[in-house]
Structure formats: C-alpha cells, structure tokens
C-alpha cells in the first residue's frame, strides 16, 4: 500500500468515526434518565405503601381503643349502639343514639368515649402549629359501632378510612356508599367484635 493510499484510508476511517461519541454520550444519557424515572417511581410507590401502612395501624390503635372502651363499660354496651342502628362518629358521623339504661355516671362515660373517640378519629389529638389543622388521623376517618347479637351482647367495632389507590371494597357496611370516599373501591375498614362478659 503505498503511503497517499494509506493517508486517504485513515482520513475517511475518521471521518465515518465523526459524531460516534456524541451518540454514545446520547444513548448514556437515556438510559440514565430511564433508570431516574424507575426510581423516581419506586420511591413514589414506597411512600404510598407507607402512608397506606401508617393509616392502618392508626386504624388498629383507634378499633382498639373503642373496643377497650367499650369493654370497661360493659353494664351499659347497649348506649353504645342501639339495635338495629349504626353509631358512625368521626367524619360524618352522626350523634349517638340517646341513652336511659344504667346510672348517670355510666351514661356520661358513654358520651365520653364517644367524644374522644370521634375526637380521635377526626385527628384532633395531634395538630400543626397552627393549632387548627388536624394532622392525627387516617384519611375521611370514621368509626361505626353495631349491635350484632343483643342477647348475646356482641358488638361490632369498625374504623373505615380513605386509601391512597383503589382495591376491592370492603364488605363491611361502615362508611359505604353515598360517596364517601369518591369511589367505594378507596374505602378501607377494619372491624373487631366484641363478646361482653357477663360478671356474676
């Protein structure tokens, strides 16, 4: 080969090589922002995993608490909840059934409980600064309590709340329908019942 052959060989072996590292640096920067975008969504999902796991151990604290509460004041469970009705306290709930069985002391500790409980399901047991923001609680909280069997004297304790993502509604009555958490498939619920004991 002689050497202008040569000279002409590595000029246009350049020249087809021109641009080549741009590209490469192109296609680097694709696949970096395509792995930026995935973990940019896990970290999106992790947080919903989160707050859906925050919102139902508040849930667990808050049935356990009514169920407690319920339990210590086992002489007049029927104030609670009345048969053939709901009690719903927390976001839209509505007042407690009116009370005339027991002593005046046990009637006051059922609107007690019931206030605190509405009071902590609503989140006004933790606030922002403000003082005027309630930041305690699930999403559209609220508790329902029902008469199951009242011969037997069981009670079921249910807290419904709002989810972040849609799953399958829950078949538990307490905050069902009419819209109250936009679609019922974002509706979570937990329930308890509670058997009381009758001491001799």
């Known amino acids: 080969?002689?050497?202008?052959?040569?000279?002409?060989?590595?000029?246009?072996?350049?020249?087809?090589?021109r641009g080549s590292t741009l590209?490469?640096?192109?296609?680097?920067?694709?696949?970096?922002?395509?792995?930026?975008?995935?973990?940019?969504?896990?970290?999106?999902?992790?947080?919903?995993s989160e707050m859906e796991s925050y919102q139902r151990v508040q849930a667990l604290t808050l049935l356990q608490d009514m169920a407690a509460r319920l339990n210590a004041n086992r002489q007049v469970a029927s104030c609670y909840?009345?048969?053939?009705?709901?009690?719903?306290?927390?976001?839209?709930?509505?007042?407690?059934?009116?009370?005339?069985?027991?002593?005046?002391?046990?009637?006051?500790?059922?609107?007690?409980d019931l206030a605190?409980?509405?009071?902590?399901?609503?989140?006004?047991?933790?606030?922002?600064?403000?003082?005027?923001?309630?930041?305690?609680?699930?999403?559209?909280?609220?508790?329902?309590?029902?008469?199951?069997?009242t011969v037997n004297q069981i009670y079921r304790v249910t807290v419904a709340w709002q989810g972040l993502v849609q799953t399958v509604a829950p078949a538990l009555p307490c905050g069902s329908g009419s819209n109250n958490y936009g679609n019922d498939a974002y509706r979570r619920a937990i329930s308890v019942q509670v058997r009381m004991g009758v001491l001799s």
């Open 81 to 112: 909840a009345a048969p053939g009705v709901i009690t719903t306290v927390g976001t839209g709930g509505v007042s407690a059934p009116s009370c005339t069985t027991g002593t005046a002391a046990q009637q006051a500790t059922v609107t007690t």
């Open 116 to 149: 605190a409980w509405n009071n902590a399901l609503l989140g006004n047991t933790e606030t922002a600064a403000s003082g005027t923001v309630a930041l305690g609680a699930m999403i559209g909280a609220r508790g329902c309590i029902e008469a199951i069997d």
């Open 1 to 17: 080969m002689s050497a202008i052959a040569h000279l002409s060989h590595r000029r246009f072996g350049k020249r087809g090589q």
């Open 23 to 48: 590209i490469e640096i192109l296609i680097s920067v694709v696949i970096l922002l395509v792995a930026l975008l995935g973990a940019a969504g896990m970290m999106v999902r992790s947080n919903q």
